[in-house]
């Protein structure tokens, strides 16, 4: 077996595209294809490309010596919905993520999306492959509570 999967204390941020099921819907729909791709889903594709690119935007964070190093940034996208965490010792990690937030937010608003999510701090595991944990849980749990457009910090 592979080495045993722990927990990291992480800051976790979890995101819910609003609309984005209709985005995908229409997509279906004869006609939907754009200017740069003839196929059906060539709207959602780009949009889905875009918010990759966007998350994309950064690896380094400055030090608490001021010198820029590696982030522990790890981002998920599926469907609708966003993860993104860092190591809650991270010098900076909950602004940075906060700055995701904004980010993401400019990128998506420019398509018509909007986003609601929440942000917590607690244990998670989250690599290239898969994110679960108990932060997670409550990050998703808060995103209902949600409502409308906004981002609640617990």
Do not use: W
Not at 38 to 66: C, D, E, M, R, T
Not at 67 to 79: G, I, L
């Amino acid at each position: 077996m592979g080495k045993p999967i722990r927990y990291e204390e992480r800051y976790c941020l979890f995101l819910d595209i609003l609309g984005f099921k209709e985005v995908v819907e229409q997509s279906a729909q004869p006609g939907a294809g754009t200017a740069r791709s003839g196929h059906p889903a060539g709207g959602i594709y780009f949009s889905l490309k875009q918010i990759a690119n966007s998350l994309k935007y950064k690896s380094a964070v400055v030090g608490a010596n001021g010198v820029m190093k590696a982030s522990s940034r790890v981002v998920t996208q599926f469907s609708d919905s966003v993860v993104i965490s860092y190591h809650a010792t991270e010098t900076g990690g909950l602004a940075e993520m906060l700055y995701d937030v904004l980010h993401l937010q400019l990128t998506l608003i420019k398509r018509g999306l909007l986003i609601r999510g929440a942000i917590t701090k607690g244990p998670l595991h989250h690599d290239k492959d898969f994110v679960f944990g108990p932060a997670l849980n409550e990050a998703a749990e808060l995103e209902k509570v949600a409502m409308y457009p906004r981002v609640i910090v617990d």
